[in-house]
Nanobody
Framework: QVQLVESGGGLVQAGGSLTLSCAAS????????MGWFRQAPGKEREFVAR????????YYADSVKGRFTISRDNAKNSMYLHMNSLKPEDTAVYYC???????????????????WGQGTQVTVSS
């Protein structure tokens, strides 16, 4: 199994940038597809971005495409979400997720992931 811990959240002004990190423990990280999700107050959790084990397959939600960049460093058991041009509507708790049985995922469904972090709050002020 893999345990995930997010960090890097905080308060930022609109137009600003933040980088979230997801640190993983466990031997399966390097072979796991990974993803970022977020949940805004009063809303359901939604897909943000996903990356395959080899970083060869990357996909973004339309709402963040061109502003966010997902990446990973298997040697450091870490995944990142670089967020630029942040908007107030990006305010949410951000979660990293792992699919320990799949190296590639071609779906935005939460059901594809079997390990989740506790989340980190991102607040974008206008």
């Amino acid at each position: 199994q893999v345990q995930l811990v997010e960090s890097g959240g905080g308060l930022v002004q609109a137009g600003g940038s933040l980088t979230l990190s997801c640190a993983a423990s466990g031997r399966t990280f390097s072979s796991s597809a990974m993803g970022w999700f977020r949940q805004a107050p009063g809303k359901e959790r939604e897909f943000v971005a996903r990356i395959s084990w080899s970083s060869t397959s990357i996909y973004y939600a339309d709402s963040v495409k061109g502003r966010f960049t997902i990446s990973r460093d298997n040697a450091k058991n870490s995944m990142y979400l670089h967020m630029n041009s942040l908007k107030p509507e990006d305010t949410a708790v951000y979660y990293c997720a792992a699919s320990t049985t799949r190296g590639f995922i071609y779906s935005e469904s939460e059901a594809m992931y079997d390990a989740w972090g506790q989340g980190t709050q991102v607040t974008v002020s206008s």
